[in-house]
C-alpha cells in the first residue's frame, strides 16, 4: 500500500503544478491593479511605481511565478496585500472553519443517506422506496442558499433558539460553538442526504440481484445480515465516490453557506480576495484547494480497498 501511496502523490504533483501555473496566470488576467486598490486615493506615479515594486509586479510574469513558487515550496506565500498578515495561517485558519462545517455535514449525510438507500432497495417499489426517493428528489430540489435563508428565518428570527450571524470555534467553547454549527451543517447536509441517498440506492439495487445474494438468502441469513454484512460493502463503491467528490468540492469552499451564515471560510475568503485583487491570498487558498482535491482522491481509493474486499491496491 505505501508504494501505491507514493505512486499516487508523484501522480498528484503535476496535477498541482499545473493548477499553481494556470491560477497564477488567470489571477493576472484580472481586471485591476493591486497597487491602485491599495493606495486608493493617495495614488500617484511615484507611489504606484514604488508599490508596484515592493510587490514584485514590475518583474516579467515568468520571474514573479519562478519567485512565487520558490517560497511556496517552502510553506512562505508571502503577506496579504489587504490586511498585511501573513497568507498561510490566514488561510489555514479560514480553511478550519470550512472543514468543521463540511465533515461534520458529510457525516450527517452519510449517517442518514446509507441507511436509506439500502432501505429504499430492499423496498424497491414499495411503499418505503418511494417515500424515501421522493424525500431524496424533494431535498435535491432545494438551493442550499434558500434551505440556509429558511434555517435561519425559522430558528434564528422567529424561534430565537439558534445564533444568526458570526461563528464561534468548538474549541473555544464547545456549548456556543455548537449552536452556530448547527445550521450551516443542517443546510449543508441536507442537499448531500439527496445526493448520496440516491447513489446508494442505485448501487444496492445492483448488488440485490448478484447471485451471491441469493444464495446467502438461500442459506437462511435474515434480510438484516444480508443488507449489512453482503450489500453494503459492495454497493459502498460508487457512493463513497460521490462522497469524496462532494467533500472536496465543499473543503474547497463553501461559499454560498459562509455568505448566508456570514461564516469566515476558504470560499469567502476566495470571493473577498477577487474582489480585493490579494493575488498572495488567492494564489495560496486555490492552491490548497487542489492539494485538497488530491488528498481527498487519494483517501477514497485507499478506502475503497477496505471497503470492498475485491479491490486491492497495487
Not at 107 to 117: D, E, K, R, S, Y
Not at 172 to 195: H, K, N, Q, S, W
Not at 215 to 237: F, M, P, Q, S
Request: aromatic fraction near 8%; charge should be neutral; glycine fraction near 8%.
Amino acid at each position: 500500500m505505501l508504494t501505491y501511496v507514493l505512486k499516487r502523490c508523484l501522480m498528484g504533483a503535476p496535477t498541482v503544478l499545473l493548477v499553481a501555473v494556470l491560477v497564477f496566470t488567470l489571477i493576472r488576467a484580472i481586471p485591476g491593479d493591486p497597487a491602485q486598490i491599495m493606495l486608493a486615493d493617495q495614488a500617484t506615479t511615484e507611489t504606484l511605481a514604488a508599490m508596484r515594486t515592493e510587490l514584485g509586479l514590475d518583474q516579467p510574469v515568468p520571474v514573479q511565478f519562478a519567485l512565487w513558487l520558490g517560497k511556496a515550496v517552502q510553506g512562505d506565500f508571502g503577506v496579504s496585500i489587504r490586511t498585511g498578515q501573513e497568507v498561510l495561517p490566514t488561510v489555514m485558519e479560514r480553511f478550519r472553519v470550512t472543514a468543521s462545517v463540511v465533515f461534520l455535514a458529510m457525516a450527517v449525510a452519510g449517517i442518514v443517506a446509507i441507511p436509506a438507500g439500502l432501505i429504499a432497495a430492499r423496498f424497491q417499489n414499495r411503499t418505503p422506496d418511494m417515500a424515501v426517493t421522493l424525500l431524496a428528489i424533494f431535498t435535491l430540489s432545494l438551493p442550499s442558499f434558500w434551505v440556509g435563508l429558511m434555517l435561519l428565518l425559522t430558528f434564528g428570527v422567529w424561534l430565537g433558539w439558534l445564533p444568526t450571524i458570526g461563528y464561534v470555534s468548538v474549541l473555544e467553547d464547545f456549548g456556543r460553538g455548537v449552536l452556530y454549527l448547527l445550521m450551516p451543517v443542517g443546510a449543508l447536509a441536507l442537499t448531500e442526504i439527496g445526493v448520496l441517498t440516491r447513489m446508494m440506492r442505485s448501487s444496492a439495487l445492483e448488488v440485490l440481484r448478484m447471485e451471491y445474494v441469493t444464495h446467502a438468502r438461500a442459506k437462511g441469513l435474515g434480510e438484516v445480515a444480508v443488507l449489512w454484512r453482503h450489500v453494503l460493502r459492495n454497493a459502498a463503491g460508487p457512493t463513497l465516490t460521490m462522497a469524496g467528490l462532494s467533500l472536496a468540492a465543499l473543503l474547497g469552499g463553501a461559499t454560498v453557506i459562509e455568505t448566508v451564515f456570514s461564516l469566515p471560510g476558504t470560499g469567502k475568503l476566495i470571493v473577498d480576495s477577487i474582489y480585493a485583487r490579494d493575488y498572495p491570498v488567492l494564489q495560496c487558498a486555490l492552491l490548497i484547494v487542489a492539494l485538497v482535491y488530491v488528498v481527498v482522491n487519494l483517501l477514497v481509493d485507499i478506502l475503497y480497498s477496505l471497503i470492498d474486499p475485491r479491490v486491492r491496491l497495487k
